[in-house]
């Protein structure tokens, strides 16, 4: 009788080590289900965040790269809804808002698609560009009165190497004379005849193209920043001579009321001046 007792007993602790084992089994495997189903909306979210800032990325290069055309549209619509098959084909659709807000002057709304999930990005643009764009060596944002008075004057020799532009489109407002060139190209205001802005006397040369500037070079006051302590009356580098600032590496700017730089003259390191 105690045979059977412990018998009895044992089948029952079998059966239910069994059960244990087949519900820690089956929320194993439930688990590890739910675990690949949550990697894989994941993974779709990802994707439909990375097509969908692709997106916004491409509509703002666009309206950084032609503001006019944003503008003119904008001004007529509140909204534009962006129509390229590319962007369709990928899930993507784009729209620009126009804001009424002071802080922003339009917002890019971005939605990207990826089996079934969504994601939007929206970013807001303003007019006011956080630091200016410097493409070229040197940009001489006036406009120069006058022949007499013009907005650019090389002579002595003095060589620009690089790109030069200027919002100057007045008869002979650039002068370039004694052996004075610019290594590159010289870019002019814009629906001026370049031939009629420069004046070049002697053996002055350009040895890139003349051309006219592709929009007016303006760079708000809040863009520079705050000049520097340090004060001099005049910086001179006689001719031949030589300046050179070693900081090891680093940036000397200086506040100069007059900076002159002789023929062969030559700055090394960086020394931005605030004349």
Same mark, same amino acid.
Request: glycine share 8%.
């Given at each position: ?78 909204? !534009? ?74 002579? =002595?020799?003095?060589? !620009? !190497? ?16 004694? =052996? ?8 002019? =205001? ?86």
């Amino acid at each position: 009788m105690r045979l059977k007792d412990e018998r009895g007993s044992a089948l029952v602790l079998t059966i239910i080590i069994m059960l244990v084992l087949l519900v820690l089994g089956s929320a194993l495997a439930l688990n590890s289900l739910v675990e690949v189903k949550q990697a894989e909306r994941e993974e779709r979210h990802l994707q439909a965040y990375y097509l969908a800032r692709s997106g916004a990325d491409a509509v703002a290069c666009a309206i950084e790269n032609h503001p006019e055309e944003f503008k003119t549209a904008l001004a007529t619509d509140d909204v !534009i809804q962006i129509e390229s098959e590319d962007l369709e084909q990928l899930g993507i659709t784009v729209s620009v808002i126009k804001c009424s807000c002071q802080a922003c002057t339009c917002r890019v709304e971005s939605k990207g698609c990826a089996a079934g999930c969504e994601c939007t990005v929206v970013l807001e643009l303003s007019e006011k560009c956080l630091q200016p764009k410097f493409d070229k060596v040197i940009v001489a944002a006036g406009e120069g009165c006058s022949s007499d008075k013009p907005a650019i004057v090389l002579s =002595g020799g003095a060589t !620009i !190497i690089g790109d030069v532009a200027t919002n100057a489109a007045k008869n002979d407002t650039i002068k370039m004379r004694g =052996g004075s060139s610019i290594e590159g190209n010289l870019f002019v =205001g814009r629906n001026a005849d370049p031939d009629d802005v420069v004046q070049m006397q002697g053996d002055a040369k350009v040895t890139g193209i003349l051309a006219n500037i592709n929009e007016e070079a303006y760079y708000p006051e809040d863009f520079w920043p705050d000049f520097p302590v340090e004060y001099d009356d005049d910086i001179v580098v006689n001719s031949h001579g030589s300046l050179n600032i070693n900081l090891n590496g680093g940036v000397c700017r200086r506040r100069v009321e007059n900076f002159e730089i002789g023929k062969g003259g030559t700055v090394e390191n960086q020394l931005p001046i605030f004349a």
